[in-house]
């Protein structure tokens, strides 16, 4: 199935690119409201195809930065209005991991926006980070230069990937497979030093009082 969709890309590429930039902001927007979807193997691909000239590099990213930031922002904003009663929603229990929530919480109560940024990337979690930052009734300016932030981080890295993987479906769901073990890694480090420094600084401020 996704071998045919990848191939279908690639010639509506070589005839009319503006319907695969279309599809790039369909893709990251399905990629955030239905977590199952594979969304970041088809980005991966994109990236590719701009890497042979069939499709423009700013306009893949644009659309796909698009389509991710609009529906993470549309998460936030359901959770942020209905509050714990969104879970009560049949397309909420099915498409998200909601024995997750506890884990998301835990991460908003001690490190507030700059937990959306650590939970976009670790797997699982990702979509379930916007509605628990509704939730908690995280400030609306705090939110959106997070989503910002991990929007960027995370499709920059996706499509740039592709321009290094081609266009071979297992070495593209390898390089995925990869990326998520890095990912991870680097979030355990940012973690660290974070709280480190966190750490530091408050022991710091107790010892000149």
């Known amino acids: ?18 319907y695969v930039y279309a599809f ?3 893709n990251a927007v399905l990629q955030i409201l239905f ?5 970041d193997t088809l980005t991966i691909f994109q990236g590719y195809l701009t890497s042979k000239g069939y499709l423009n590099i700013y306009f893949v990213t644009f659309s796909t930065l698009l389509g991710t930031y609009v529906s993470s922002l549309l998460l936030y904003f359901i959770g942020f ?15 998200f991991n909601l024995r997750k929530i506890d884990k998301a919480e835990m991460w908003f109560e001690k490190y507030g926006s700059f937990a ?8 699982g979690i990702g979509s379930l980070t916007f509605i628990t930052a ?13 989503i910002g932030i991990a ?4 499709n920059t890295i996706i499509i740039m990937a592709g321009r290094l993987t081609g266009d071979n479906i297992i070495l593209i769901k ?7 073990k890095v990912i991870v890694i680097a979030v355990i480090i940012i973690f660290v030093v974070y709280s480190y420094v966190k750490l530091f600084y408050k022991n710091k401020y107790a010892n000149s009082k």
């Open 151 to 154: 929007t960027i981080i995370h």
């Open 24 to 26: 790039s902001f369909i």
């Open 35 to 39: 977590p199952p979807y594979p969304g």
């Open 116 to 123: 959306i940024i650590i939970n976009k990337f670790l797997p």
């Open 174 to 180: 390898q390089t995925l497979k990869e990326y998520n």
């Open 81 to 95: 209005k209905f509050s714990k009663s969104v879970f009560l929603n049949k397309f909420i229990e099915k498409y």
């Open 134 to 146: 509704g939730l908690f009734q995280l400030p609306p300016i705090s939110a959106f230069i997070s």
């Open 1 to 18: 199935m996704e071998k045919y969709l990848l191939e279908y890309i690639k010639s509506t590429a070589l005839t009319n690119p503006f």
